[in-house]
């Protein structure tokens, strides 16, 4: 029988891809490695349910509170930082990553920093880009990739200036007005989450 480097080659640090290789090293006792350029969690995590529920939040208080004399509460004029919410939302992202790197850990998961490709049929390459040069080959008899999806642009003219939801959580603060292109969930839940902060929203 052929040696591999891991018993286990895990592409993704997503949901999926967590959670298989701590099952498959942590109670399987397998070899793994779980290759990941980005953060651990994946898009619940990082910049999806999470993130955006505590935005959510943050509206919704901010909405409740300049509504409280309607209900014989004497509050006040209510100011909300934005800037604050959103470095508060990044804080949460960024403990709730700790975590996932400490359970993989744990479970004895090698962790490998890099854009994992299938090279051959027992083999991994890493590379520091994506489509960039392979820096190392590894090999394991049995792959998983669980690398997720990314939001597709439009080829329109101005597509630069654009942004995906992806981007709302890395802003600074956002500015007096926005037009949200779209109105499936994810753009109702955020021009929502926009006018309920005080921007000015059309869809």
């Known amino acids: 029988m052929a040696d591999f480097d891991y018993d286990l080659f895990v592409i993704g640090g997503g949901s999926g891809g967590v959670r298989a290789a701590r099952v498959a090293a942590g109670e399987a006792g397998a070899k793994v490695a779980l290759a990941e350029d980005d953060r651990y969690g994946g898009t619940c995590v990082i910049r999806g349910?999470?993130?955006?529920?505590?935005?959510?939040?943050?509206a919704q208080a901010r909405h409740q509170l300049a509504d409280a004399s309607a209900y014989g509460l004497e509050i006040g004029s209510v100011r909300s930082d934005v800037p604050d919410l959103l470095r508060r939302v990044r804080a949460e992202v960024d403990r709730l990553n700790a975590l996932?790197?400490?359970?993989?850990?744990?479970?004895g998961v090698q962790l490998i920093s890099g854009w994992g490709r299938v090279t051959a049929a027992d083999r991994i390459g890493i590379s520091d880009q994506r489509g960039g040069p392979v820096r190392e080959e590894l090999s394991a008899p049995r792959f998983?990739?669980?690398v997720g999806g990314r939001p597709a642009r439009p080829e329109i003219p101005g597509v630069e200036k654009t942004w995906v939801s992806?981007?709302?959580?890395?802003r600074e603060d956002f500015p007096p007005a926005m037009v949200v292109v779209g109105a499936g969930f994810i753009a109702c839940e955020f021009a929502c989450i926009l006018r309920g902060l005080g921007v000015a929203v059309t869809q």
């Open 100 to 107: 996932h790197l400490g359970f993989l850990e744990k479970a």
């Open 49 to 58: 349910c999470v993130p955006k529920k505590l935005l959510v939040y943050g």
């Open 166 to 170: 992806d981007d709302m959580f890395l």
């Open 144 to 146: 998983l990739v669980a």
